[in-house]
C-alpha cells in the first residue's frame, strides 16, 4: 500500500514539473522588473543579471513619480476601470439573466451575434467607434474612454453559462410566492453567482487598466490620459533612467494584482462551477 501510494505521489509531482517550469517562466521577467527597479542606473548595462540588489535604491520611485503627472494618471485609469468594471458587472450579468432564462424567439441568433463580436478586432471597430463618440462631443472625456467598454460579450457569455446552472424551479417558486423579476435576480440569481462576478470582475478591470490604444485615440490632453499612456511617454524619453522607468512600471502592476488578491478565491471556485456547456 505505502509503494502504491509513494509511487502516486511521485507521478503527480512529476506532473506538476511542466506546470511548475511555465509558472516560473511567466514570472520571471516580473521578478527581473523589480529588482531592476531598485537598482543605479549603471546596473542596466552591465552584462551580468544582479536578481538580487546589493544597494536598494527606493528613490527611484518618487524620482520616477515626479518626473510626470503620474498620481493622474493613475487617478484616471482608476476611474476608468472601476467603471468600466462596474458597467460589465451590471449589464453583463442583466444580459446573461435575460438569455439563460428567458425563452424569446431569436434567443440563440442572439447569443450568436454577440459572441461573433469576439472575432472582430479592435482596428476594424475603431474608426467607427471613433466618430461615433466624436459625434457625442466625448473626447478627451472620462465617458468618452470608458463607454464602449462598459458591455463585454465575453461577460454575456460567462454570466449566461452559469445562471444556466442555476435551477429553473427556484425562479418558479419565488414567483409563486409572488416575487417580483427584480426580486428573483437579486435575491436569488446574484447570491449563487458570486464567483462568476469575482472572475469577470477580475478580468473586466485588469482589461480596461491595460488599454492602450482606445485611450490614446480619445485622449489628447494630459487630464485625462490613463497610465499606460504615461508609461508609454516615460519610456520614450531617452532622457529618463531605465531604472525609474522600470520603477513606473511596478506601480502600474499594484492595482491588478490586488484585484486578483481580493478575488482570487472566488476566481477559483468560478474556473470549477462556470462550464462551458449549455
Not at 72 to 94: D, E, H, K, P
Not at 242 to 250: G, R
Request: proline residues 6%; charged residues 15%.
Amino acid at each position: 500500500m505505502r509503494k502504491q501510494l509513494s509511487f502516486f505521489w511521485s507521478f503527480e509531482w512529476l506532473g506538476m514539473l511542466p506546470l511548475a517550469a511555465l509558472t516560473f517562466l511567466i514570472i520571471l521577467p516580473i521578478i527581473w522588473m523589480l529588482s531592476t527597479s531598485f537598482q543605479s542606473g549603471e546596473k542596466m548595462f552591465q552584462l551580468t543579471t544582479e536578481w538580487i540588489p546589493t544597494v536598494l535604491h527606493p528613490e527611484n520611485y518618487p524620482n520616477a513619480l515626479s518626473r510626470g503627472a503620474f498620481p493622474r494618471f493613475f487617478l484616471n485609469s482608476f476611474i476608468v476601470s472601476a467603471t468600466v468594471m462596474l458597467g460589465n458587472l451590471v449589464f453583463c450579468t442583466l444580459a446573461g439573466y435575460g438569455l439563460a432564462k428567458y425563452r424569446i424567439r431569436g434567443d440563440k441568433i442572439i447569443l450568436l451575434l454577440i459572441l461573433s463580436t469576439l472575432m472582430l478586432p479592435m482596428e476594424v471597430t475603431l474608426v467607427p467607434t471613433f466618430l461615433i463618440i466624436r459625434k457625442l462631443d466625448w473626447l478627451n472625456t472620462y465617458q468618452g474612454i470608458f463607454a464602449p467598454l462598459l458591455v463585454d460579450a465575453f461577460g454575456v457569455f460567462l454570466m449566461r453559462q452559469f445562471i444556466l446552472k442555476i435551477p429553473t424551479d427556484y425562479l418558479e417558486a419565488a414567483r409563486i410566492d409572488g416575487a417580483g423579476e427584480f426580486k428573483i435576480f437579486w435575491k436569488i440569481i446574484l447570491p449563487q453567482c458570486k464567483p462568476a462576478i469575482a472572475t469577470m470582475a477580475i478580468f473586466s478591470f485588469r482589461d480596461s487598466w491595460d488599454q492602450f490604444i482606445w485611450p490614446l485615440v480619445v485622449v489628447s490632453v494630459d487630464e485625462y490620459r490613463t497610465y499606460p499612456l504615461g508609461l508609454v511617454r516615460f519610456g520614450e524619453d531617452y532622457g529618463n533612467p531605465p531604472t525609474e522607468q522600470m520603477a513606473i512600471a511596478v506601480l502600474a502592476t499594484i492595482p491588478v494584482f490586488l484585484v486578483f488578491w481580493i478575488l482570487q478565491r472566488s476566481l477559483r471556485t468560478g474556473f470549477t462551477m462556470s462550464g462551458l456547456k449549455g
